[in-house]
Every structure is written in C-alpha cells, then in structure tokens.
C-alpha cells in the first residue's frame, strides 16, 4: 500500500462519515446526571466522585461531613457529589472516577440517593476530606506537588 492510499483513507472526511455510520448504527444513550434533591442550591456547581461500592461504607466512616451520596447498585458504585472544578490541580486516586457535571457516563436511569446531608441546604461533599479519606482507604500518598495546568 502506498503512503498516498494509507493517507486517502485516513483523511478528515472519511473520518467523518466513519463516525456518523457508527452513531446511525448504535445511538447513544443520553447524558445521565446525578439527580440533586429539590430545595437544595448549588451555589458552586456540581461534579461529582464515584468509587468502587466496597469502600463506600469506609469512606463514609471517614468523613467529618457527607453530602448528598448514591449507590449504583448496577455498577457497583458510590457516588458523592463536590463542588464544580474540584479535580484542578487534584490528581482523584484509582479506583475513583471524576465526573464533570455529575453526568455518569453509559447510565439509563439516576441511582438513588442513599444519603443526604443534615440541614439539607447543599448537596456537597467537601472534596478535600474526600480526597484524604480516598487515599488513606487505597494507600494511595497525595500528589500535592503536582504542577496546575493552565
């Protein structure tokens, strides 16, 4: 094969019309968010961390404070939502999962709310103890050093 095929083959077009076959072919489900309980504000956005459902109960353990935390019973996983932006600068130790917009990725439906934070008024988990408690339970050291990209 000459480099003038390999080169036709792989060209912007051919790229395009490669991806529109295959999102013809299998539609994608639409984006799932965490559903926030009604009545609570969400002043600073919302992301959220979701670990395997084996160091749910630990963690919780662990925490000063717990916003508002789903099980996924179907993934085997917890959820805890954090304020937006909290993965800057904050490398999430596996096996945790940063979701940006609460939006758990490959769901059909919200998992439900296991846990919900005294006096109701924020949905958050702060993300610093969350953080601390993650890689104390993983044996994970914090990557404190780690430069912040712009």
Do not use: K, N
Not at 19 to 25: F, I, L, N, V
Not at 82 to 107: C, F, H, N, Q, R
């Amino acid at each position: 094969m000459s480099a003038v095929t390999v080169r036709r083959l792989l060209d912007l077009d051919t790229l395009v019309r490669l991806e529109r076959g295959r999102s013809a072919a299998s539609p994608a489900l639409p984006p799932t968010r965490l559903a926030v309980p009604d009545g609570m504000s969400q002043p600073l956005g919302c992301d959220a961390v979701s670990v395997p459902s084996a160091f749910g109960p630990e963690l919780m353990a662990r925490l000063p404070r717990a916003g508002c935390v789903y099980e996924d019973v179907e993934a085997a996983r917890w959820w805890w939502i954090v304020p937006a932006d909290s993965d800057v600068a904050l490398e999430w130790p596996p096996p945790a999962y940063y979701a940006a917009g609460a939006v758990i990725p490959g769901a059909h439906h919200s998992p439900p709310l296991i846990h919900s934070p005294a006096g109701g008024e924020v949905p958050y988990t702060p993300p610093i103890p969350l953080y601390l408690a993650l890689c104390r339970v993983t044996g994970t050291t914090p990557e404190w050093s780690r430069a912040v990209r712009a």
